[in-house]
């Protein structure tokens, strides 16, 4: 299967700094990607749709002044969580699109943010 | 995308074989079933995926009933490892779409 990166795996930070995490599929061209999160003992929920070379779709509720997304090349989409406070604390997981593999999704590892 | 229904745990003894179910009643023409698995803080892994026949894989069987509104998930031969929340998904395969989680099962192997 193709292979999806996150980076980092877990980063901790100050209330008010900004975070970035990077997503790469390493094997693949990815035209669309998924930032997803997750809190404990809860199930995944999707954050917004990071489209190559256009703006990031967002679903209902999601802050994209706070979320920031961009996917600048086939193969990177990073999500910048903007002014982190500690309610932002999640996992957060990226997922890409492999269209060799009849449009599978495939997940990274996960980001755990934890904002002090 | 189409809702589903799963129960919220399970066990199943190692070395048998697990079988999970998924309703999925409201399932379009064009959607497919899904399962995914989530290990502990890890991203989800893809298992396998179907449309109306049945399928198989290295990693489990999916068999759909022929009106389409449910499907199980049989892991043949469970292990320890196999200790996961899995999830079921209804997803149309046209235009890039997205995978909507539900609350899933979580499945514990006991030795």
């Known amino acids: 299967g193709a292979v999806v990166s996150q980076h980092p795996s877990w980063v901790i930070c100050k209330s008010g700094t900004s975070v970035k995490i990077e997503c790469r599929s390493l094997?693949?061209?990815?035209?669309?990607m998924f930032w997803y999160r997750q809190f404990p003992k809860q199930s995944l929920m999707l954050m917004a749709t990071?489209?190559?070379?256009?703006?990031?779709?967002?679903e209902q509720g999601v802050e994209k002044d706070k979320f920031l997304i961009n996917h600048a090349s086939l193969t990177l989409s990073t999500l910048t969580v903007t002014s982190a406070h500690p309610e932002d604390s999640s996992f957060y997981i990226c997922?890409?699109?492999?269209?060799?593999?009849?449009?599978?999704?495939?997940f990274g590892s996960g980001t755990q943010l934890s904002v002090l | 995308d189409a809702k589903t229904t799963q129960p919220p745990s399970m066990d199943c003894a190692e070395g048998r074989a697990a079988n999970l179910p998924c309703n999925h009643s409201?399932?379009?023409?064009?959607?497919?079933v899904y399962w995914y698995r989530q290990i502990h803080s890890q991203g989800p892994q893809y298992i396998i995926h179907?449309?109306?026949n049945n399928e198989t894989n290295e990693m489990a069987s999916l068999i759909i009933t022929e009106d389409r509104k449910s499907s199980t998930l049989i892991l043949p031969h469970a292990t320890l490892r196999d200790t996961a929340v899995y999830y079921c998904?209804?997803?149309?395969?046209?235009?890039?779409?997205?995978?909507?989680f539900g609350q899933g099962t979580r499945l514990t192997i006991n030795p």
């Open positions: 990071s489209n190559e070379g256009s703006k990031a779709t967002y």
């Open positions: 179907g449309l109306k």
């Open positions: 997922s890409a699109i492999d269209s060799r593999f009849g449009e599978k999704l495939f």
């Open positions: 998904i209804v997803r149309a395969l046209q235009g890039a779409q997205k995978l909507v």
């Open positions: 094997d693949f061209q990815a035209t669309t």
């Open positions: 409201t399932i379009s023409g064009n959607e497919y």
